[in-house]
């Protein structure tokens, strides 16, 4: 199956900074790299697929590009709302695989 | 709106077995293919297994540290999807959520889960 490593797995940052999380394949997905946001004792979130597509209803602060085995989730500005676990996901393989999640937390 | 709502999860002893079911609502049912990702406490997430709609014959798949132990089933008439859980081990215990899955576009709704705890 195709691995799916994220980093940082952790980053503490404040109201206004723009954060940037990386996503690496072991083979490449092309472009069907999908990002999830998921806060505490809530189901995960699409909202990002296909890389760099905005799911219906979520912040255009969110932005998402790469393609083969490297990709990056881009919060422009972090909002209070932001702060959350952050998981990348390949679907191009039809064993769907994770990565193990980046937490964003408050500095 | 979209709901998927899961039931059936509880505690199960080691070796046992657990049907979790998974009602949809809201989009047709019958054209979709449904996931199921889990969730071991603290953990990620880990997908575990999909079975595609009816006209695409409802063929299905699993990773490898499932595929001998789970089977997925679907009920378009009542819009139900089971994940029938066998032979279970301690590191099946997880949050269980049922998705629509969308392909190569993502999983684009989820339930709020239902808990299976494995333990003696």
């Known amino acids: 199956d195709i691995q799916m490593t994220q980093s940082p797995s952790s980053l503490s940052a404040s109201i206004g900074d723009r954060v940037t999380i990386t996503c690496r394949a072991s083979?490449?997905?092309?472009?069907?790299l999908n990002w999830y946001q998921q806060k505490p004792g809530q189901a995960p979130k699409l909202l990002i697929y296909?890389?760099?597509n905005l799911q219906s209803g979520v912040s255009s602060r969110f932005s998402g590009g790469g393609s083969g085995t490297e990709f990056s989730l881009t919060i422009s500005s972090l909002q209070p709302e932001d702060f959350a676990t952050y998981y990348c996901?390949?679907?191009?393989?039809?064993?769907?695989?994770f990565g193990g999640g980046t937490k964003v937390e408050i500095k | 709106d979209v709901q998927l709502v899961e039931s059936g999860g509880g505690l199960v002893m080691p070796g046992g077995s657990l049907r979790l079911s998974c009602a949809g609502s809201?989009?047709?049912?019958?054209?979709?293919?449904m996931s199921w990702v889990r969730q071991s406490p603290g953990k990620g997430l880990e997908w575990v297994g999909r079975?595609?709609?009816?006209?695409?014959?409802?063929?299905?798949d699993f990773p490898p540290p499932v595929k001998d132990r789970f089977s997925l089933s679907r009920d378009d008439s009542k819009a139900m999807v089971y994940l029938q859980m066998t032979s279970l081990k301690l590191d099946d215990t997880g949050v269980y959520f049922c998705?629509?899955?969308?392909?190569?576009?993502?999983?684009?709704?989820w339930g709020q889960g239902t808990l299976v705890s494995v333990s003696s």
């Open positions: 083979q490449t997905v092309t472009t069907y």
């Open positions: 998705t629509v899955d969308r392909n190569l576009v993502g999983l684009a709704y």
């Open positions: 996901q390949q679907c191009y393989s039809p064993h769907l695989t």
């Open positions: 809201g989009f047709t049912f019958s054209n979709a293919r």
């Open positions: 079975i595609r709609s009816t006209a695409e014959g409802e063929t299905r």
């Open positions: 296909e890389t760099s």
